[in-house]
């Protein structure tokens, strides 16, 4: 079907791919993290370490589609690359629930609808596959300024993949005062889909990962909020995972409270971001709490500043 095109279609076919490859490659770079919190949504967690990975491998197959190097192999490998991936988001779109393939990570407003991101996906592999039909075995050596343009945004790519990988975010307690929820019947709200309400209780949901050291940090924390008398009732939600993490957390904690567990896709319909706690009071999400939890002297005063 494209078994013969010239030179001139063939050098822009490559570029295409590469410049799709790059941004994908970029994009994911920006927010590592969330990628990686990505994978975990597949059930994966353990393999969530591969997140670097793939976005270094991501954007060396695009710097070499874009300077159409040894485009019979490279084109071959991304072939490949795109195949699996696309193979992966049929899986997690139809057993998982996942909508967002979050492939272009950062650039989030280039991550369209399920059935846009098939048929782009879809393209891609044709171009994919014209390239490596119409190529020839090559064997050529980057010039001095491919090799230092390559290395230049190989740099940055690792360099900013690293420092957005590092979960920065969970470091740090965030107050949020979500006005979506604002004056709305809990039960109108993603947490209504894991609890029953009491109309006259207090409630801090904390939604956390059996495997995340900021959720570890908050446990010690969390287990005094029903002691001090301005929670009526704590609920710990988490999702399915080996036995080993669950036994190893309950061994540590021992926790006191309420734990409900849900497959993956459940739980991340409300976040896929750990740990993040939500104070419920009259049946409305009153503050979203992101990274560790403070103890619940600190989240008084944040609730009476919130108030004022």
Same mark, same amino acid.
């Given at each position: 079907?494209? #078994?013969?095109?010239?030179? &001139?279609?063939?050098?822009?076919?490559? /570029?295409?791919?590469?410049?799709?490859?790059?941004?994908?490659?970029?994009?994911?770079?920006?927010? @590592?993290?969330?990628? @990686?919190?990505?994978?975990?949504?597949?059930?994966?967690?353990?393999? #969530? $370490?591969?997140?670097? $990975?793939?976005? !270094?491998?991501?954007?060396?197959?695009?710097?070499? /589609?874009?300077?159409?190097?040894?485009?019979?192999?490279?084109?071959?490998?991304?072939?490949?690359?795109?195949?699996?991936?696309?193979?992966?988001?049929?899986?997690?779109?139809?057993?998982?629930?996942?909508?967002?393939?979050?492939?272009?990570?950062?650039? %989030?407003?280039?991550?369209?609808?399920?059935?846009?991101?098939?048929? #782009?996906?879809?393209?891609?592999?044709?171009?994919?596959?014209?390239?490596?039909?119409?190529?020839?075995? %090559?064997? +050529? !050596?980057?010039?001095?300024?491919?090799? @230092? !343009?390559?290395?230049? !945004?190989?740099?940055?790519?690792?360099?900013?993949?690293?420092?957005?990988?590092?979960?920065?975010?969970?470091?740090?307690?965030?107050?949020? +005062?979500?006005? =979506?929820?604002?004056?709305?019947?809990? =039960?109108?709200?993603?947490?209504?889909?894991?609890?029953? $309400?009491?109309?006259?209780?207090?409630?801090?949901?904390?939604?956390?990962?059996? %495997?995340?050291?900021?959720?570890?940090? %908050?446990?010690?924390?969390?287990?005094?909020?029903?002691?001090?008398?301005?929670?009526? =009732?704590?609920?710990?939600?988490?999702?399915?995972?080996?036995?080993?993490?669950?036994?190893?957390?309950?061994?540590?904690?021992?926790?006191?409270?309420?734990?409900?567990?849900?497959?993956?896709?459940? /739980?991340?319909?409300?976040?896929?971001?750990?740990?993040?706690?939500?104070?419920?009071?009259?049946?409305?999400? &009153?503050?979203?709490?992101?990274?560790?939890?403070?103890?619940?002297?600190?989240?008084?005063?944040?609730?009476? &500043?919130?108030? &004022?």
């Amino acid at each position: 079907m494209c #078994r013969f095109i010239n030179t &001139k279609s063939l050098k822009i076919l490559s /570029l295409v791919a590469g410049i799709v490859f790059l941004f994908s490659g970029i994009g994911k770079s920006l927010a @590592a993290n969330d990628f @990686a919190q990505i994978i975990t949504q597949y059930g994966f967690e353990s393999l #969530r $370490f591969l997140a670097p $990975f793939i976005i !270094i491998l991501e954007t060396v197959l695009g710097i070499l /589609l874009f300077f159409c190097f040894r485009l019979k192999q490279t084109s071959f490998v991304a072939l490949c690359f795109v195949a699996v991936l696309l193979l992966v988001y049929l899986y997690g779109y139809l057993f998982v629930n996942i909508a967002d393939c979050g492939c272009f990570g950062y650039f %989030s407003f280039l991550n369209m609808s399920p059935a846009f991101t098939f048929i #782009r996906n879809f393209i891609l592999i044709c171009i994919l596959l014209c390239v490596f039909l119409n190529s020839a075995n %090559s064997y +050529k !050596i980057m010039d001095k300024n491919e090799i @230092a !343009i390559t290395l230049c !945004i190989l740099c940055a790519v690792a360099f900013v993949t690293g420092y957005t990988y590092v979960e920065q975010h969970n470091d740090v307690t965030q107050y949020v +005062k979500n006005e =979506k929820y604002s004056n709305a019947d809990v =039960k109108n709200t993603p947490l209504g889909d894991f609890l029953n $309400f009491s109309n006259d209780s207090t409630y801090l949901i904390f939604a956390f990962s059996y %495997s995340c050291p900021h959720c570890y940090n %908050s446990i010690e924390n969390l287990k005094e909020y029903e002691q001090s008398g301005i929670i009526d =009732k704590v609920v710990a939600l988490s999702f399915t995972t080996d036995a080993s993490s669950v036994n190893k957390f309950n061994n540590i904690f021992k926790p006191d409270f309420e734990i409900k567990t849900y497959q993956p896709k459940q /739980l991340f319909r409300l976040t896929n971001q750990f740990p993040v706690a939500y104070y419920v009071k009259n049946n409305e999400v &009153k503050l979203e709490i992101h990274g560790v939890l403070p103890c619940w002297y600190i989240l008084l005063e944040q609730l009476q &500043k919130t108030q &004022k």
